[in-house]
């Protein structure tokens, strides 16, 4: 059986111009209409409120299943070719649904919320128990909610704002050619292809690619520029309207994690800082650095005879580590590749990067990453498999309960990066032994130093955003500053990467703010699960798949105390970062 690098989506539908799918959206406006009509009738009083609510949540969970249908078709159809024009009139028409689904979950919100016996009303039903979070998520932040006027108004807004510049951003970078010097020789290639040259073997490539990356950017760089100046201007004005202390606090309350937890996490950070600065300095000296380690070296490989893998093997070697946890998340591994839910190929057109996405609707999941072979890429398939095991051990819950917050899903992927890379670890002797560990520590302090970068930029960003119009010159500026922060004397800071702002997708998510710190709660959370794996591996895969699955239903420090950890305690992310260090100490000693 030859592996197909393309995903198929004929299980949504077949084409925009398909029976079913216009059949769907007809129903779609259909089911939006009902919606509206029962909330003018019904909230409006406290008569049988139990009933109402569970009418409720299930028109709205039936509708959020269609509709996620459709849009999904359309945004991944787009991914893959942003050329295809009707997959960008399919994704306005949709959008213009969700701004008009609005005003009846506003209206909604605004009743429950006056609801004085809401918490006896939820206890007196099952189903209404199932959904006890997610209700009371809505009751506690109806105090950031406008009117029903207002935020209808809003979310049309949005449509001509954040969601124009958003997509702009994707068509500018996914149709980037990046023209490298390859043995004396130009060649025009996408930019997630120039990209993954960083874990080229050859320093040649590896800087050409670099210099030949910064130079595409530059072409790019004031209309990026707009779409980062738009949509960080909008969030901080809707911010502000809705009595919100600042961005990063709504994004900790949509992410259901405390100020406290994020507090101590960086705090610990900060003072751990020097260990990663150790690491860098000896990877510097390895590769004969001497200014301290260039940004296009940070992911080299240090050995001429580093793995490469065909698809095929990333697959296999996927595959048999994933079983080897469990046979359920070996054979959902099975399943992606088998059944072509992967979109592995770069292509010019293709979003860079790569993501997982859940498709509700269906039960089953798409992946997308641009595959070149490295053992980087083996390690991003595992990373986006890993959400998609997270997406399968969710598929029983309701819709407005599988939606974890983004800490908890990157401890899902990453996690099982680590499942993977330790299984290779004890596998393997010797010189094979340093370079998997080599990539470890590598993956681990990108999480941990660059993701730091990351947070102080855009801390930075929504502080000057807010009286100024930020120039390229501006936002590259900030960007190199974040990195000298965070990476200190280990990085040379005359080959910083001032461009990171355009790179990387997370920046131009209106919706999700700060999405950066996510990863290093992953990367520190999922460190310490492996090392509960391993005290008893029988128990704690039943334990660990219970904990995917309920995770959509309460707040972060809650399911983590269901594994007997505190978010909240400097010791938990020492313990955490320890872990680390011992992995930074094992390279050390490589000589």
């Known amino acids: 059986m030859i ?73 991944l159809t787009f991914y893959e070719d942003n050329e295809n024009q009707k997959s960008l009139e399919a994704i306005a028409d949709l959008q213009r649904i969700k701004a008009r689904s ?62 124009i510049w958003t997509r702009m951003h994707n068509e500018l970078t996914s149709n980037l050619m990046v023209n490298v010097t390859i043995n004396d020789e130009q060649k025009l290639i996408p930019l997630s292809m120039a990209r993954n040259m960083a874990y080229d073997k050859n320093f040649t490539v590896r800087k050409n690619a670099y210099e030949a990356e910064m130079k595409a950017y530059s072409e790019i760089e004031n209309a990026c520029a707009a779409c980062l100046n738009g949509i960080k201007g909008e969030v901080i004005t809707l911010s502000e309207m809705r009595g919100y202390s600042s961005p990063l606090k709504k994004t900790l309350l949509d992410q259901k994690m405390s100020e406290a937890a994020l507090d101590t996490m960086i705090s610990a950070i900060q003072e751990k800082l020097p260990s990663f600065h150790a690491f ?50 070996g054979c959902f591994a099975k399943k992606a590749f088998q059944e072509s839910w992967i979109d592995a190929e770069p292509r010019k057109g293709k979003r860079g990067g790569a993501l997982c996405v859940n498709l509700y609707s269906v039960r089953e999941s798409r992946i997308l990453c641009n595959f070149t072979g490295s053992l980087s890429d083996v390690v991003t398939l595992s990373h986006e498999l890993g959400h998609g095991y997270h997406n399968e051990r969710l598929r029983n819950q309701s819709y407005v309960n599988s939606k974890p917050p983004l800490p908890i899903a990157e401890t899902a992927s ?30 681990s302090s990108k999480a941990i130093v660059d993701v730091y970068s990351r947070f102080l930029f855009e801390t930075e960003v929504f502080k000057r955003r807010r009286n100024n119009v930020l120039s390229p010159i501006d936002l590259k500026n900030m960007m190199e500053k974040s990195q000298m922060d965070s990476y200190g004397t280990s990085l040379d800071h005359d080959f910083l990467h001032p461009y990171m702002w355009i790179c990387k997708a997370q920046y131009y998510y209106a919706d999700n703010n700060f999405y950066n710190f996510p990863y290093t709660f992953g990367l520190l959370f999922s460190k310490v699960l492996y090392e509960k794996y391993v005290e008893n591996k029988s128990s704690f895969v039943k334990l660990y798949d219970q904990f995917l699955s309920v995770s959509g239903q309460m707040s972060i420090r809650t399911l983590a105390k269901k594994l007997d950890i505190d978010v909240e305690s400097m010791n938990f992310w020492k313990s955490s970062l320890r872990l680390v260090e011992e992995d930074i100490n094992r390279f050390l000693l490589y000589k």
């Open 3 to 75: 592996l197909i690098m393309r995903w198929k989506l004929d299980v949504l539908y077949t084409s925009f111009d398909s029976h079913e799918f216009r059949v769907d959206m007809k129903k779609c406006e259909e089911e939006l209409k009902s919606i509206e009509k029962w909330v003018k009738t019904n909230a409006n009083s406290d008569f049988d409120a139990s009933n109402k609510i569970e009418t409720y949540l299930n028109m709205l969970n039936s509708f959020y299943d269609r509709f996620n249908r459709l849009y999904q078709f359309a945004e």
């Open 102 to 163: 609005v005003k009846p979950l506003v209206t909604f919100q605004k009743w429950i919320s006056t609801l004085e016996n809401l918490n006896e009303l939820i206890q007196s039903s099952a189903f209404l128990t199932e959904h006890e979070f997610y209700l009371t998520e809505l009751v506690e932040n109806n105090e950031y909610v406008l009117t029903e006027k207002s935020e209808e108004f809003i979310a049309e807004m949005e449509n001509m704002g954040s969601n």
């Open 280 to 329: 860098y300095r000896r990877k510097a000296e390895v590769l004969d650095a001497k200014n301290g380690l260039p940004f296009f070296e940070l992911f080299a490989p240090l050995e001429t005879d580093s793995f490469t893998f065909t698809f095929e093997q990333a697959k296999d070697l996927i595959i048999e580590n994933f079983g080897a946890f469990s046979d359920s998340m």
């Open 414 to 443: 990453i996690f099982s990066e680590i499942i993977v890379k330790q299984a290779e670890l004890q596998k393997r002797e010797g010189r094979e032994k340093y370079i998997i560990l080599e990539n470890d520590v590598s993956q």
